[in-house]
């Protein structure tokens, strides 16, 4: 007999696999192994969440399993939202938290996130960002950490997880040992950290113990190479992994996406949740089964599930891994998922979420006020996949229903602008020395020198003021929260 003839450990397989899935409801295939399958949960995204009362069927229907799921949502609040993803996230992001540094909002953002992740079911929010941001090229990181010092991310990543478990739902830190040292997304590569191993011990390993020592009750694994502890990345690393462990930690270790192109296109989806489970991991997640665009099938997200399911099965069978594997990460997931089950929240703190952004605000030089409507020359690139959705609504609320324009920051495209309306240059990548946006702004302030630069991005090289050629706001966020913030500024102006 197979393991796939083998109920029990199917159902130990299902126990360690969070997949995502399309539509707005439970789609069949995804129903069966929920009833029967004993799988653990499943992953929200914003494809899944439609209007009021699409969100609540869908959340009667996975309460109405009838046992204890763990359900997820990425929910940080800034860039990174799924239950906002139209028109932008209205809470505060952690770069716009750590530039305020009042620890009380950060918990109160925190208890607001579980409670909106709680309303839709998800009990499970996959927050906060404990990763220190040390590189500004960092494409994929940036505003989603709370600073560059491990001092200032410890704190707010405590302050943040506690708001988040005290208002009923599981926090998970994300992502261990550290990405915020890296200039390559893993959504699409491989990074591999250049810094030596005091220095990821100094720096960017004190967040991730504060957060395991104030209680968190999961740690996501990064995609990234720590080459003193081999040439795996740290969710396959067995070293990675038990560094955890040796941390302290005997929580769920989550795997951060195995769809992501640092495992897909390297080891395989399928080969990878083997070699995670190997290495420590508890649960698998299997990833967004819309990333793939218009190259993913109808499908996707079944043939996503059944490639890791597979695989699973396929290395209990050959001997490759052991049951016990399966069966101390299967127990630890259903732990954290009663213990839910039986959680209560605490009392909210006030929160004024309007106030916190315009704190988070800077200025660099000053402008008078710039009258509505206004153009806007949107100078930033693709979103990473982290964000799940379009940030137009930036440009838009800048614009104030005026007109926005695409990349072409051209002289002579900025010249044919009209010159009596007020001109906004929106960017999100200026910390990183010169080239590609910073030269933008060079060619758009030889012409327009009555510009004004909003930066949704890091607003600084590790701590020193980024000279622009024009005056600037730091807004710290691509959010519906941030870009109205920005707006008021710019209709009231900086004076001298």
Same mark, same amino acid.
């Given at each position: 007999m197979t393991g796939a003839d083998d109920p029990t450990v199917m159902r130990l397989v299902g126990g360690v696999l969070w997949p995502g899935f399309l539509g707005r409801g439970v789609p069949d295939w995804l129903r069966r192994e929920l009833s029967g399958g004993g799988l653990a949960g499943v992953v929200l995204f914003s494809h899944n969440l439609g209007d009021e009362g699409e969100r609540m069927s869908l959340a009667a229907e996975l309460r109405g399993v009838g046992r204890p799921l763990l359900v997820g949502i990425d929910e940080e609040g800034g860039n990174v939202t799924r239950l906002e993803v139209e028109a932008g996230s209205t809470l505060p992001g952690a770069a716009q938290l750590g530039a305020v540094d009042d620890l009380a909002a950060t918990e109160a953002v925190g208890q607001e996130l579980a409670a909106r992740s709680l309303a839709v079911g998800a009990n499970l929010v996959l927050a906060p960002v404990a990763d220190v941001n040390t590189d500004p090229r960092n494409p994929v990181i940036g505003v989603r950490s709370f600073g560059e010092t491990p001092e200032l991310v410890s704190r707010h990543t405590v302050a943040a997880l506690r708001g988040i478990q005290g208002a009923g739902a599981a926090a998970c830190v994300k992502h261990f040992p550290g990405h915020g040292d890296t200039h390559l997304d893993s959504h699409h590569a491989l990074p591999?950290?250049?810094?030596?191993?005091?220095?990821?011990?100094?720096?960017?390993?004190?967040?991730?113990?504060?957060?395991?020592?104030?209680?968190?009750?999961?740690?996501?694994? =990064?995609? %990234?190479?720590?080459?003193?502890? &081999?040439?795996? $990345?740290?969710?396959?690393?067995?070293? !990675?992994? /038990? #560094? *955890? @462990?040796?941390?302290?930690?005997?929580?769920?270790?989550?795997?951060?996406?195995?769809?992501?192109?640092?495992?897909?296109?390297?080891?395989?989806?399928?080969?990878?949740?083997?070699?995670?489970?190997?290495?420590?991991?508890?649960?698998?997640?299997?990833?967004?089964?819309?990333?793939?665009?218009?190259?993913?099938?109808?499908?996707?997200?079944?043939?996503?599930?059944?490639?890791?399911?597979? =695989?699973? %099965?396929?290395?209990?069978?050959? &001997?490759?891994? $052991?049951?016990?594997?399966?069966?101390? !990460?299967? /127990? #630890? *997931? @259903?732990?954290?998922?009663?213990?839910?089950?039986?959680?209560?929240?605490?009392?909210?703190?006030?929160?004024?979420?309007?106030?916190?952004?315009?704190?988070?605000?800077?200025?660099?030089?000053?402008?008078?006020?710039?009258?509505?409507?206004?153009?806007?020359?949107?100078?930033?690139?693709?979103?990473?996949?982290?964000?799940?959705?379009?940030?137009?609504?930036?440009?838009?609320?800048?614009? =104030?229903?005026?007109?926005?324009?695409?990349?072409?920051?051209?002289?002579?495209?900025?010249?044919?602008?009209?010159?009596?309306?007020?001109?906004?240059?929106?960017?999100?990548?200026?910390?990183?020395?010169?080239?590609?946006?910073?030269?933008?702004?060079?060619?758009?302030?030889?012409?327009?020198?009555?510009?004004?630069?909003?930066?949704?991005?890091?607003?600084?090289?590790?701590?020193?003021?980024?000279?622009?050629?024009?005056?600037?706001?730091?807004?710290r966020a691509a959010s519906r929260l941030a870009a109205d913030a920005a707006a008021a500024l710019l209709d009231a102006g900086v004076p001298a």
């Open positions: 591999s950290l250049t810094i030596g191993l005091d220095e990821l011990e100094r720096v960017h390993l004190p967040p991730f113990q504060a957060a395991i020592d104030a209680g968190v009750a999961a740690v996501m694994s =990064a995609h %990234v190479i720590v080459p003193a502890w &081999g040439e795996q $990345p740290a969710t396959l690393n067995p070293v !990675a992994l /038990g #560094r *955890v @462990r040796a941390m302290g930690f005997a929580g769920v270790i989550i795997t951060d996406a195995l769809d992501m192109a640092a495992v897909r296109e390297s080891v395989g989806a399928g080969p990878g949740a083997v070699q995670a489970l190997l290495a420590g991991a508890d649960l698998l997640c299997v990833g967004n089964p819309r990333n793939l665009g218009a190259a993913a099938a109808p499908d996707q997200d079944e043939r996503d599930f059944r490639e890791v399911q597979q =695989a699973i %099965v396929a290395a209990v069978d050959d &001997g490759t891994l $052991p049951v016990a594997v399966l069966e101390r !990460a299967a /127990g #630890r *997931v @259903r732990a954290l998922a009663a213990s839910l089950a039986e959680g209560t929240a605490g009392e909210r703190m006030p929160l004024d979420a309007a106030a916190i952004a315009r704190a988070a605000v800077t200025a660099d030089g000053s402008f008078p006020a710039l009258p509505r409507p206004r153009t806007v020359v949107d100078l930033r690139g693709r979103s990473t996949l982290a964000v799940d959705g379009s940030t137009d609504f930036v440009a838009e609320a800048l614009a =104030a229903g005026g007109r926005v324009v695409g990349v072409d920051s051209s002289e002579a495209a900025v010249a044919a602008l009209p010159p009596d309306v007020p001109l906004v240059v929106l960017v999100d990548r200026i910390g990183a020395g010169a080239g590609g946006q910073r030269d933008a702004l060079e060619r758009v302030a030889a012409v327009r020198a009555d510009a004004v630069v909003v930066n949704v991005g890091m607003p600084s090289d590790n701590g020193s003021s980024a000279r622009l050629p024009l005056p600037a706001l730091h807004a």
